[in-house]
């Protein structure tokens, strides 16, 4: 686990809808345990990352104004305490949704001390390793065996919405000195991204 004041982080996106309902601040952490074959989120394994400080990060998604936050990676339950911390920090100041993706199961989470008072916070899981072989297509879920708990009501009218949708989202954002990938993409995007990346060697980031 790392120190708890201090979360490694691989990208933040500030506002935006392609990972839960309503606006939301998405933070991807740095690390991971797993080694899922087809993984498009390498850079939160290998990429470069920032180390920030747990209370910076609370008062930027305060002023933010976004209705939740969403914690991919990398995986979030490796720095569990310092992410627990930053859900409390920031709920000291307003009401916020908490939406989670793990490579863990929820029962391998509630056998783990350390991660129970992350996963305690969280108003939805989504839980389990990517497969690739049972990618389905389904939109904001990478394959069939993840499955979304509610472990709130806060989301589970909109949830149902939202993740009913018919078609994966994401988006490609292009900076002065990088490209990223943001989002779970159908295949077409994906074969988009790839020639992007192929056009553009070593400057793209997937998240």
Not at 82 to 110: K, M, Q
Not at 126 to 145: H, P, T
Not at 151 to 176: M, N, P, Q, V, W
Request: aromatic share 10%; proline share 2%.
């Amino acid at each position: 686990m790392y120190e708890k004041a201090i979360l490694k982080i691989s990208h933040i996106e500030a506002h935006t809808d392609l990972l839960g309902p309503y606006d939301r601040f998405v933070i991807w952490v740095h690390g991971c345990c797993f080694d899922c074959e087809g993984c498009l989120a390498q850079n939160t394994r290998f990429g470069a990352y920032d180390e920030m400080p747990v209370s910076r990060l609370a008062l930027q998604i305060i002023a933010s104004g976004c209705e939740g936050i969403t914690v991919s990676g990398g995986e979030p339950f490796l720095q569990a305490q310092a992410l627990a911390r930053l859900v409390s920090e920031i709920r000291e100041h307003r009401d916020i949704g908490v939406i989670i993706y793990s490579g863990f199961t929820r029962e391998e989470l509630e056998a783990r001390p350390e991660c129970t008072g992350l996963l305690h916070q969280a108003d939805i899981l989504i839980d389990g390793r990517y497969i690739r072989e049972l990618d389905d297509g389904r939109a904001y879920i990478g394959s069939s065996n993840q499955r979304l708990h509610y472990l709130t009501d806060r989301y589970r009218e909109s949830g149902e919405r939202y993740y009913s949708a018919s078609r994966r989202r994401a988006e490609i954002k292009f900076s002065s000195d990088r490209v990223t990938l943001i989002g779970v993409p159908s295949a077409e995007v994906l074969k988009i991204w790839q020639d992007i990346k192929l056009k553009n060697g070593g400057i793209s980031d997937d998240f």
